[in-house]
């Protein structure tokens, strides 16, 4: 008597090759896709709390600083921290590993606020019970951002360095020894269509291409800062990423994966990368600088990403005002 087998899904055949994370404030599709890690960011929690289902964290939060000495905008950063560690908690519940959450991106430009920051958020995960191994705290990929993150890896927080376009940001992230970064595929895609017209697909795709040389750059000069792939456009493009240490993916992308049993074979190969031909690129601050001024794409993204964050916080400190009200 003959054993059907299951032809595996294209996310289960991802999942043997590189560690999935799951990029979304949503609790049920974590629970669905099962992944080992999750991201957030303010525009994923501006999300999710305005859904019914997720209000009652940000309600929780609100209610807790009631008897609160605070007032004004330090009682609104407050509680905003707060959320940011419920939501960081309740995710743990579902996923075995770490949840990433990110400081305000207003503080992209300032080391020292970010390092104050960055130090709250794992004392106020740590008073919830929770240690700060299992935690990512997202910074902005500037200059202060990577100084910043340096310091906290020293005091042994490990860091997730987002809003990365570039090599030359890659390239000081693993020289400050940083625990992970986060190259944007799909905006550095969405920025090239843009400028060109044309609509990439597969390794011609030059989000694909700029982690493929952060990857490669990593495995040849034996940097150990693990590269996330972020920010996808459709599922092609997290196909020939398959081998990169880890991908965070959006639920509706996940799901897609979940659904093809088409072939999935690994892209990317540490072994492989050692016997490539990279120049290593210098990257003391002036040279940071000028050659991330001289990439328009990145300069541009990196900007861009940083406004749109910053606006999502203020979205939410409105909702924080309002509820207080």
């Not at 004004?72 to 509680?79: K, M, Q």
């Not at 921290?81 to 992209?108: N, Y």
């Not at 740590?126 to 990512?136: D, N, Q, S």
Request: proline share 4%; net charge negative.
């Amino acid at each position: 008597m003959s054993t059907a087998t299951t032809t595996p899904s294209q996310l289960d055949q991802l999942k043997k090759f590189t560690t999935v994370v799951a990029d979304t404030g949503d609790f049920e599709a974590m629970k669905q896709f099962k992944p080992q890690d999750a991201t957030t960011n303010p525009s994923l929690i501006l999300q999710a709390t305005q859904k019914a289902e997720y209000r009652p964290l940000l309600d929780q939060a609100i209610a807790e600083h009631q008897s609160s000495p605070l007032a004004g905008e330090v009682l609104v950063e407050s509680i905003l921290d707060r959320v940011l560690i419920l939501f960081g908690q309740e995710i743990l519940k579902i996923v075995p590993g770490r949840v990433s959450t990110e400081v305000d991106a207003r503080l992209s430009f300032d080391a020292e606020a970010t390092i104050a920051k960055a130090r709250k958020l794992i004392a106020d995960y740590a008073a919830a019970g929770t240690p700060k191994e299992r935690i990512l705290i997202k910074v902005a990929s500037t200059w202060e951002g990577i100084q910043a993150a340096k310091v906290l890896q020293k005091e042994g927080i490990n860091c997730n360095l987002t809003l990365l376009f570039s090599l030359v940001q890659a390239v000081a992230c693993a020289e400050g020894g940083i625990k992970l970064i986060s190259p944007f595929v799909g905006r550095i895609f969405d920025w090239y269509k843009k400028s060109t017209g044309i609509d990439y697909t597969g390794a011609e795709d030059p989000g694909v291409q700029s982690v493929v040389s952060v990857f490669n750059y990593y495995k040849k000069f034996g940097h150990t800062t693990e590269v996330m792939g972020a920010s996808f456009r459709n599922t092609s493009q997290i196909i020939e990423l398959a081998g990169c240490d880890l991908l965070t993916i959006s639920p509706g992308l996940l799901e897609k994966l979940a659904a093809s049993t088409e072939p999935l074979t690994r892209k990317l190969d540490a072994d492989a990368a050692q016997s490539l031909d990279i120049a290593r690129i210098p990257c003391d601050e002036k040279s940071f600088r000028y050659l991330l001024n001289d990439d328009a794409m990145a300069t541009e993204k990196t900007a861009e990403g940083i406004r749109a964050f910053a606006k999502d916080i203020i979205k939410l400190e409105a909702l924080v005002r309002a509820g207080l009200a």
